[in-house]
Antibody
Framework: QVHLVQSGAEVKKPGASVKVSCRTS????????IYWLRQAPGQRLECMGW????????EISQKFQGRLTMTRDTSTNTAYMVLTSLTSADTALYFC???????????????????WGQGTHVVVSS | DIQMTQSPSSLSASVGDRVTITCRAS??????LNWYQQKPGKAPTLLIY???SLQSGVPSRFSGSGSGTDFTLTISSLQPEDFATYYC?????????FGQGTRVDIK
């Protein structure tokens, strides 16, 4: 059974950095990319970026360019996200998710998020 | 970025009602559209992928349709456990985007 387990809640001061981990199990880690998403209170889900679990290459949403680092460790099947220069606007629930590639009957292949971490609350407050 | 716009933003309905939620993409995305259900403080769960394919284990009262820029999620007979927020998500580009969500609550 596929599991994604994230690290625990964090409280940070403005200007600090936060590191969130996402430990996976139940499937070959390098078969699918891992995305990082977040959801501020009452807001929509927002894509921060994703990491290619095979080669470690990343794509980062423009909003987070210069502040976000994503890595992966294939020896422990774990993905990591570091967000720097935190402000109160970064207070949110952060998720990792497996981006599954599957067959859509009659339409070829497509991707969707089929497994998620439980979420990590990050609070930024002075 | 591909912008996703859902309507309505919220609705009130009763158990047994038929509920329809729409999602519009700012660019054509073929059938690269997924639907999720989310309850407060929890991760979303997949309902529909590829615009119209029902995820395994999801009740058949959920259905999806559409292609190109306009999509629909329908709940044929609303059940108590369906009161939640629903999101569409495009997978046409690697930097995926979600709609703003539709909250379904009890009338």
């Amino acid at each position: 059974q596929v599991h994604l387990v994230q690290s625990g809640a964090e409280v940070k001061k403005p200007g600090a950095s936060v590191k969130v981990s996402c430990r996976t199990s139940g499937y070959p880690f390098t078969d699918y990319p891992i995305y990082w998403l977040r959801q501020a209170p009452g807001q929509r889900l927002e894509c921060m970026g994703w990491v290619n679990t095979v080669n470690g290459k990343v794509e980062i949403s423009q909003k987070f360019q210069g502040r976000l680092t994503m890595t992966r460790d294939t020896s422990t099947n774990t993905a990591y996200m570091v967000l720097t220069s935190l402000t109160s606007a970064d207070t949110a629930l952060y998720f990792c998710a497996r981006y599954y590639l599957g067959v859509v009957r009659g339409k070829g292949t497509a991707n969707w998020f089929d497994s998620w971490g439980q979420g990590t609350h990050v609070v930024v407050s002075s | 970025d591909i912008q996703m716009t859902q309507s309505p933003s919220s609705l009130s309905a009763s158990v047994g009602d038929r509920v329809t939620i729409t999602c519009r993409a700012s660019h054509r995305i073929n059938s690269y559209l997924n639907w999720y259900q989310q309850k407060p403080g929890k991760a979303p769960t997949l309902l529909i992928y590829g615009a119209s394919s029902l995820q395994s284990g999801v009740p058949s009262r959920f259905s999806g349709s559409g292609s190109g820029t306009d999509f629909t999620l329908t709940i044929s007979s609303l059940q108590p456990e369906d009161f939640a927020t629903y999101y569409c998500q495009q997978s046409s580009s690697t930097l995926i985007t979600f709609g703003q969500g539709t909250r379904v609550d009890i009338k």
